[in-house]
């Protein structure tokens, strides 16, 4: 049985790789299926579930990103092996720890001194005082809390049901994140889209941040309920500056105000690049579970949604 390598923008790339880390297995590249019928493992980011249809072996599918929303959709019911990447962990931990100590430090503020010849020292909260909050704690979210406890800040996780772990503060469920929001002076957001994160961070729930905070997003654009509402958390406070690498939709509409509002930055979708090298090495461990009979890791759970 063969395992087929679905289109992406980077498909010469992934089929060098794979056919590196697993050069006894049939490997067919898109469009070229040979018998659909003799499909039994894809390697993909998406598919039509027209094209799913015309594999009828099909018996599990290895995502090529970290994302799984596209495969939660109606019909589509095969397993899902999801990406859980160190090395995308590893870059998504540099992008927040950039933004977040950007803001913190007020290196904004210094460049704009320099430009207008000014030698201006800036006070900044030290960061055993500096409290960051990284809302959603899988894979990436505890890569992030290391990467700034490492750096002596303050921790806050907030989670569906919480954990007991040291250096880190967890909240737990509705009932925490109001605590949570306003104990973090930088929240980062990390949740997947899914039914139970979608719209989470409503109006109400932007006031309850802390005065002068910095919202950083790498999880999913859905997680804002509007995002009129956060322009007016950044016009009117508690919100100081907005780090989005995810919007809703990506990009923004050409008439958003996040294209041109001064406390924005946007960037598209790459605080974590999937890494083909690192992530053709994960694909083929649990292609070779697979083989063996055994369960690969980590699959995606639809009744959690991630």
Request: glycine content about 8%; charged content about 20%.
């Amino acid at each position: 049985m063969a395992i087929l390598v679905s289109p992406s923008s980077r498909i010469e790339e992934w089929a060098a790789e794979l056919r590196a880390q697993m050069p006894n297995e049939d490997l067919r590249v898109w469009p070229e299926v040979g018998d659909p019928a003799e499909i039994e493992y894809m390697i993909a980011w998406r598919m039509s579930r027209a094209d799913l249809a015309t594999l009828p072996n099909l018996q599990c599918i290895l995502c090529q990103g970290a994302g799984t929303e596209q495969w939660q959709k109606p019909g589509i019911d095969v397993p899902v092996v999801r990406l859980a990447d160190p090395e995308m962990a590893n870059e998504m931990a540099g992008y927040a720890v950039a933004w977040v100590l950007r803001h913190q430090r007020r290196f904004s503020e210094l460049e704009s001194a320099q430009h207008r010849g000014e030698w201006k020292v800036l006070e900044h909260t030290q960061p055993y005082k500096y409290r960051v909050g990284v809302l959603g704690y899988g894979e990436i979210g505890s890569r992030i809390s290391r990467a700034f406890g490492d750096l002596g800040y303050v921790v806050n996780a907030w989670t569906r049901s919480g954990r007991d772990e040291e250096r880190v503060t967890h909240y737990a469920g509705h009932d925490e994140l109001e605590d949570f929001l306003g104990n973090s002076d930088a929240v980062i957001n990390v949740l997947p889209s899914t039914d139970a994160t979608a719209g989470l961070l409503t109006s109400e729930r932007l006031a309850q941040f802390v005065p002068g905070s910095i919202f950083v997003n790498v999880g999913r654009g859905t997680v804002l309920a509007d995002e009129g509402d956060l322009i007016e958390a950044l016009n009117n406070g508690p919100i100081a500056a907005a780090v989005l690498d995810v919007t809703e939709p990506e990009p923004p509409a050409d008439d958003s105000p996040l294209w041109t509002h001064p406390a924005v930055t946007l960037t598209p979708h790459i605080s974590g690049m999937t890494q083909v090298g690192s992530a053709a090495t994960l694909i083929a461990a649990n292609i070779a579970r697979l083989r063996a009979g055994q369960e690969p890791f980590p699959l995606l759970d639809r009744s959690l949604g991630y």
